[in-house]
């Protein structure tokens, strides 16, 4: 039984369509689109791409076989342009928000270019997602498109990047839990005589065992309200800035630096992960009753979240200038009720996230279990995977709990190949000789743009991380 085990499980990553639940489509969708997502999961996946399906689909949407390959037909598809705006928007606006003052702060206000230009070229590769889409009307997933232009390969290099963001995420998500709920409980000591661990430390176990629970629910329809959850979390948080100047008495009257130089490959991961969300916009596209609308969907969407980051981002430096901290939360007066909210609103996102992060790779492992396995074992299995992958995040964050570097490294490591680098490059390896040459040239400049962006980026932040390490290693000893 363990031999079929572990191949399922390297199987795990050559993932068929329509069968990855992308994370940001769970984690910061709406709740009517983390219904979609239940519903396509509890339906029968088809898991070999070799053989027909022969599964009864309660989906609405017709299904027909082609080649081999369950295809669905969007002809159920309604969504409006108002709603595919709204979906966007809300799976673009997350933890990136409370670390772009630092990020401006420190790499001073001529990054702001930065940020606008990387909205900006976000903005053009979700339209190059949509064009790669309608070249192939049988993809459906971000993973699909890979798997389009450059075969499995294509497939499985996606996967693994989708795989690892999620994991990431969540490691940063921990570490956000942790610095906000010892300010939310300073002055509680617990200690635990044979456990070497601070308050904090405790508290944060406490707060992910909790959560813990969550991971082994098979039927995500009992959770997809925590979607909604994680949105209202995220603009609480988002207004409760300007609300400290308002009514804090917080005055936006620091000094923004020009540019520092030194900062910048650092800061561009943070800048690239507020964008992070392409995963899922071809399920947006799919769901819209006007595809052909996408393109002015991502403009939208891209306007009004690149216009509240630079907002957010200029009112946070001018509020708390140089003493800025990576989170934003953590900067604000902790007297004030706002403060508190937002505090409370921090702890409890990560809290929403476990179940419906982790959910993509257990419900895959599951799937991919030899069909002889009864469900309870299936469960067994797939709760047991999903603690231990939840362990081992919580150990993570608390051996490194530095969510500046964190963050930027999923950005410049991750999150810049799945925004920039792979749709740029899907884009042009479909389209070849259909598209004119500039706009070849164009797509080839942005892959090596973001390749050097990432690689740069990717070793600035470790370096820093790195640096951190030994001096927390130093001050221990």
């Known amino acids: 039984m363990w031999k079929k085990i572990s191949k399922s499980v390297r199987n795990l990553l050559c993932l068929q369509p329509n069968r990855l639940l992308h994370r940001n489509q769970i984690l910061n969708g709406t709740l009517h689109s983390a219904n979609l997502d239940v519903q396509w999961v509890s339906s029968h996946v088809c898991l ?31 969504g409006s342009f108002a709603h595919a705006v709204i979906n966007m928007t809300g799976m673009l606006i997350g933890l990136g928000q409370l670390s772009t003052p630092y990020a401006l702060e420190r790499g001073g206000w001529v990054s702001a270019f930065l940020l606008i230009g990387l909205g900006i070229i976000c903005a053009y590769t979700s339209h190059l997602l949509g064009k790669c889409l ?5 993809s459906r997933s971000f993973t699909d498109i890979g798997q389009h232009a450059f075969g499995t390969k294509g497939r499985v290099l996606a996967a693994t990047f989708i795989y690892l963001e999620i994991f990431m ?16 409980l300073s002055g509680m000591q617990i200690k635990v005589p044979w456990a070497k661990l601070s308050s904090s430390q405790l508290l944060t176990m406490m707060a992910v065992l909790i959560a813990l629970p969550s991971v082994w629910l098979r039927n995500l329809s009992s959770i997809s309200f925590l979607s909604s959850a994680g949105i209202l979390m995220s603009l609480l948080i988002f207004i409760s800035v300007p609300f400290t100047s308002i009514f804090g008495g917080v005055k936006p009257n620091h000094k923004i630096p020009v540019l520092q130089l030194h900062n910048i490959p650092a800061i561009s991961g943070l800048y690239i992960f507020s964008y992070a969300g392409h995963i899922v916009f071809p399920n947006l596209y799919k769901e819209m009753k006007d595809p052909s609308r996408f393109t002015k969907v991502s403009i939208v969407s891209f306007t009004i979240v690149t216009a ?38 921090t702890v409890l996102t990560p809290m929403t996230k476990y179940a419906l992060e982790i959910a993509p790779f257990a419900i895959q492992l599951e ?18 995977v999903g603690s231990f992958l939840l362990l081992l995040i919580l150990a993570l964050a608390l051996s490194v709990p530095y969510f500046e570097y964190v963050l930027s490294l999923t950005g410049s490591l991750v999150s810049i190949a799945i925004c920039i680098i792979f749709p740029c490059a899907f884009h042009a390896k479909i389209c070849w000789g259909q598209i004119s040459k500039p706009l070849i040239i164009l797509n080839l400049t942005l892959v ?4 050097l962006l990432g690689v740069l980026g990717t070793i600035s932040s470790s370096k820093l991380l790195v640096q951190s390490l030994r001096r927390r290693a130093h001050h221990s000893a």
């Not at 309608?134 to 049988?138: F, G, T």
């Not at 981002?313 to 007297?335: D, R, W, Y």
Request: aromatic share 6%.
């Open 308 to 345: 509240l980051y630079t907002v957010l981002a200029f009112l946070g430096a001018k509020l708390f200038g140089p003493e800025v901290n990576p989170q934003i939360t953590l900067s604000m007066p902790p007297h004030l009720l706002v403060t508190k909210i937002a505090l409370w609103a």
């Open 48 to 78: 070999e791409e070799i053989k027909p399906c022969m599964c009864n689909h309660s989906i609405k949407n017709l299904e027909s076989v082609e080649n081999g390959i369950a295809i669905e037909h969007s002809v159920g598809a309604n």
């Open 367 to 384: 799937h991919n279990l030899p069909d002889s396995m009864s469900s309870k074992v299936k469960m067994i299995i797939r709760g047991c």
């Open 134 to 138: 309608d070249k192939n009307p049988k």
């Open 448 to 451: 090596a743009f973001g390749s």
């Open 169 to 184: 995420v969540l490691v940063s998500y921990t570490i956000s839990l942790h610095d906000n709920l010892i300010t939310v």
